[in-house]
């Protein structure tokens, strides 16, 4: 564990070093991620525009704004974490040249998700964080420390099982080669986590939340700070994200076999 530790640690130096040579571009990306976070709240401005009463069933204009800093803080965390480092998995296999990590002495997988972080993403994860205080603010309260241990939980199944959605899409690299669509299908998606997955009814709700798992990502940790989130939902997110992480481990494990090196 040490040692991955101290190869994550060497990966993030190599990431912000790379920042450094241009920091105009930090600047100007990380200005650019607030103008996108305005256009992620702009639609929950109109749809409460007016009238004070709930617009969306079971949830007041303060508290969906808790889901979409949700919705902010995990974007940033794919955008800057997750897809940087995976993405670059599809060239390596269109060019064969996925033979330079099979041959470390490390783990594959972990080395191709910690190759490349996008640090000015961290001005978002700002940018969500400020939204909870906002919400918070105007609600005239503060999450409970229970509350608060929830989220956090809540906040590391979210990752994980957006880590291993976006696992099992790379997999798909070593059957098809373009994935190009899949990934864009799936960041369209997730755009619609920024909304209490009460909006979805029948079979989208059933999507959302057993299949593509949004209500996973954003509502329930949202319904933790807010003080609402039943015990057994805690229980299922943490299940469902281990589910998550075996099930792309597993396929990226056989999807190996499929790669067809330079040499082969």
Not at 28 to 57: C, E, F, H, N
Not at 125 to 146: D, K, N
Not at 184 to 212: E, H, N, Q
Request: charged share 10%.
């Amino acid at each position: 564990m040490g040692r991955y530790l101290q190869l994550l640690k060497l990966q993030l130096r190599t990431s912000a070093l790379l920042a450094a040579q241009y920091r105009w571009d930090f600047l100007i990306d990380g200005l650019i991620s607030l103008v996108w976070a305005a256009t992620a709240i702009a639609p929950l401005l109109i749809v409460y525009s007016g009238r004070s009463q709930t617009m969306i069933p079971g949830w007041s204009m303060n508290e969906a704004l808790v889901v979409t800093g949700w919705f902010i803080l995990l974007q940033a965390i794919l955008e800057g974490a997750i897809n940087p480092g995976l993405q670059a998995v599809v060239d390596h296999i269109r060019k064969g040249t996925l033979d330079f990590v099979l041959l470390k002495p490390a783990d594959a997988q972990f080395l191709v998700s910690t190759s490349r972080f996008q640090l000015w993403r961290v001005v978002s994860v700002g940018t969500g964080i400020a939204v909870f205080f906002i919400a918070f603010g105007r609600m005239g309260r503060a999450p409970s420390p229970a509350g608060l241990a929830q989220a956090t939980v809540l906040l590391c199944t979210a990752t994980l099982v957006l880590y291993s959605m976006w696992i099992l899409i790379v997999s798909t690299a070593f059957y098809v080669v373009k994935v190009d669509n899949l990934t864009y299908m799936f960041s369209s998606i997730f755009d619609a986590a920024r909304w209490p997955s009460s909006v979805f009814r029948g079979v989208l709700k059933a999507v959302f939340t057993f299949v593509i798992p949004l209500a996973l990502m954003t509502t329930w940790p949202a319904e933790a700070l807010l003080g609402r989130l039943e015990p057994v939902t805690l229980v299922y997110a943490i299940a469902a994200s281990l589910g998550f992480a075996a099930a792309s481990r597993t396929v990226w494990l056989l999807s190996l076999r499929r790669y067809a090196s330079a040499g082969g």
